[in-house]
């Protein structure tokens, strides 16, 4: 009995000096990401892919034991698909929250309201979107999504390959349209094409019959329109229709399952640019990126009952490019944060292989965009 007591003792003092105890013990405050999606408004299709990549990727993470032993904690909010509660909420994540990186959005005006509040309190903060990082201005910013330029030149590449030299544009009115129609001229001269004719079109107009025909006379070998979804649909049916039986290349934002449903049934050449988690299984055997590809798109499988596709991976990359850097630096100091980040070779990510520079927020390069087509309702790669 005395040596039962005296053990008590013991145990008590080692508790109290050393603060050790199944009762006393405390675990590491996790680390907090923020992030920013689009789940509700015209964007929210996109907005669910990212949110449940991102959720998923921590959970897995944690799962192995977190980061230098602290958990990880994702702290979302709904940007409304408006830049204004984008900034909004962002602001909240850094007064309120207390996170020590960011990530979300999905297009160019929420990123750019985002980014404006990365900068300002110096928080890293990693993008989903057509957003250009200039590193110069956007020290504290960067980019897990292709530069929408690889989403011109990788097709354009291909059209090369094929001998398609006649490219007719068919663009969407607005900002969307004139950036598809810039890209367009900047790199057919690089791969021998000819812009043979432009027309604009309203994403809302129920026909586009008329600006097609016009196309059409002047004998184009491809056409090109860079729009997304409903827009994109109803070009490659129209074309269909008219028996335009040559490919249409449109925006890389159709690598989804939603746009795969709605050109299921349309038996022209539809080329889509993506990332490799859109098409894994076409994947060679030796490239690093397939096993993380799998590996991920097993669990969200499980999880979702859905593979992963091209945005999902984009926040996936997103959340893994913060844990790496927090491998190198243990802090929470915005600044260090920043500096391993923009070091950060060669992480091997689902979208590809991550080498970021001070020059380069991007991190991903032209080979890592993929071209697809659609066949037998599935996608198909036409240049990996």
Known sequence: MKKFFVL???????????????????TKAPYKIGGIFPLTGYL??????????????????????????????????????SPETGSRVAQRLVSKDGVIAMIGTASVPISGAVASIGNRYKIPTIIGSGYEVDPKKDHFVFNSAHKTDFAVERPFEYFKGKGITKVALLM???????????????????????IVGEERFDVKAPDITAQLAKLRTLGPQAVFSFCTGEPAALVARSMAQLGMNIPVLVSHGNANPGFLKLVSNVNIPILVPAGRAAAPESIPD????????????????????????????????????????LKVVPTADGEKLQDAIEKTKGLVGMNGIYNFSTTDHHGTVLQDMMVLTVKDGKWQVLLK
């Open 172 to 194: 969407p009115i607005g900002p969307l349209g004139e950036l598809g129609g810039g890209l367009a001229r900047k790199y057919a001269p690089k791969y021998g094409i000819t």
């Open 44 to 81: 929210s299709w996109l907005g669910e892919y990212k949110k449940k990549g991102s959720e998923l990727k921590v959970e897995l993470i944690n799962k192995a034991g977190g980061i230098n032993g602290r958990q990880l904690e994702l702290v979302v909010y709904d940007d409304q698909s």
């Open 8 to 26: 008590i003792i013991l145990c008590s003092v080692f508790v109290i000096f050393t603060g050790v105890g199944p009762i006393m013990a405390q």
């Open 286 to 325: 030796n490239d690093p990126c397939k096993r993380v590809i799998l590996d991920f798109n097993k669990a969200h499988q499980q999880k979702f009952g859905e593979p992963a596709n091209y945005y999902s991976a984009e926040m996936v990359d997103a959340v893994d490019i913060i844990a790496a850097a």
